[in-house]
């Protein structure tokens, strides 16, 4: 830890007013991904739970009818909206199907209406079945973004209220330097962020704010490195960042004189010892092209991990209907999905073709007999 030169007295002290800021734009990012989650919830959410239930016993209706049906695609994101009508045991039925899942292809798909054999009144589309773990999957990592962003800036922002409370009790204080990394002018004062280094190699990052005409106390450490400086209290796990004055601490005058005069003193001469012997300058280059390469290597076995699983299911996989080889040889390219379409039907010819290979009766190989695809 860097050596500071900042006499604090030998007593218990306390912080004056609130030092720790809540999230960046607390209120609104709260309630944008909170209205995010609950719009997701109410749009897949049912449609999940009914291809769920309809998934344990599924029926294919034969007398059916598309009204009107449509897929658009984003970057992946494929959104289906369907209205059907169909027939069974002589009751009639109406409903809207909503899909999202994901899926890079530009093919068409050929569907078929699918109900519950339990209760009629559920009713999907085969490609929401197909589809169930990717679109399960998508509305997981989606609701994960959202819902678990609006939660961890609620904990956080209680983390900040209990964190003020504790500060306002006397105790014990330690100087610690911190890592400023962000100063903003904001309305009525500056807002700081800084990074303590207290647990180690985590980087905590802590916001507060300063009223107008205060400025955090920064200065330079013992190897001439600019720093923020900061007290640890023995009941606050969090470190308070001070302000250029010390107003910030419950101190005398007499106290502050003293502590900012001997800052002030050792200030002054590791700036004489930095201006007489400055660092080397460091050379960017080397660690940037290890960034790079170790960013490369990364993509590189990500793709390779990628291209090698799809080549195992195509080629040498016991079952054609592996679920994460049907998704990845479904987003392939038209030439490599046909490519491994024809290797796949090599060796499960006699049995139904799995998504992504099918022709449009939705069973047969459209390997073996190749058709041209409808909506």
Not at 324 to 347: D, F, H, K, S
Request: proline share 6%.
């Amino acid at each position: 830890m860097s050596q500071i030169t900042l006499p604090l007295p030998n007593r218990s002290l306390a912080v004056s007013k609130r030092p720790f800021s809540m999230p960046a734009a607390f209120a609104f990012t709260v309630v944008v991904l909170t209205a995010l989650a609950v719009g997701l919830a109410w749009w897949q959410g049912p449609g999940l739970w009914r291809d769920w239930q309809i998934n344990q016993d599924p029926l294919t209706v034969k007398e059916w009818d598309l009204v009107g049906g449509e897929c658009s695609s984003r970057r992946g994101l494929t959104d289906c909206e369907a209205d059907i009508v169909y027939s069974f045991k002589g009751q009639n039925y109406e409903k809207h199907i909503s899909l999202a899942f994901l899926d890079f292809s530009s093919n068409d798909y050929m569907v078929e209406v699918v109900i519950s054999r339990d209760d009629p009144e559920l009713a999907t589309l085969s490609l929401g079945l197909d589809m169930l773990w990717n679109r399960l999957a998508v509305f997981a990592v989606f609701m994960l973004l959202f819902a678990g962003g609006s939660i961890g800036t609620v904990i956080t922002a209680l983390k900040m209220v209990g964190a003020n409370r504790a500060a306002a009790t006397p105790g014990r204080m330690t100087l610690v330097p911190v890592d400023i990394v962000e100063v903003k002018k904001v309305t009525g004062g500056t807002a700081v962020s800084y990074v303590d280094h207290l647990k180690g190699r985590s980087k905590r990052t802590t916001r507060t704010h300063f009223v107008k005409g205060q400025e955090p106390l920064i200065g330079l450490d013992e190897t001439g490195k600019p720093v923020g400086f900061a007290v640890k209290l023995e009941n606050v796990a969090i470190p308070v960042l001070l302000d250029r004055n010390l107003e910030r601490v419950e101190l005398t005058d007499v106290e502050r004189n003293a502590a900012l005069a001997a800052f002030e003193a050792e200030q002054e001469q590791r700036g004489a010892q930095l201006a007489a012997n400055p660092p080397p300058k460091a050379k960017r280059g080397p660690n940037i092209v290890r960034g790079l390469l170790a960013g490369g290597a990364v993509l590189v076995l990500a793709v390779v991990a990628f291209f090698g699983f799809w080549l195992y299911y195509v080629t040498v996989a016991p079952d054609a209907f592996d679920a994460v080889g049907i998704e990845i040889n479904n987003i392939m390219p038209e030439p490599l999905n046909t490519w491994g379409c024809e290797q796949l039907y090599a060796r499960f010819s006699d049995s139904n073709a799995p998504f992504g290979c099918t022709a449009d009766d939705y069973v047969s190989w459209k390997v073996a007999k190749p058709a041209g695809k409808v909506k």
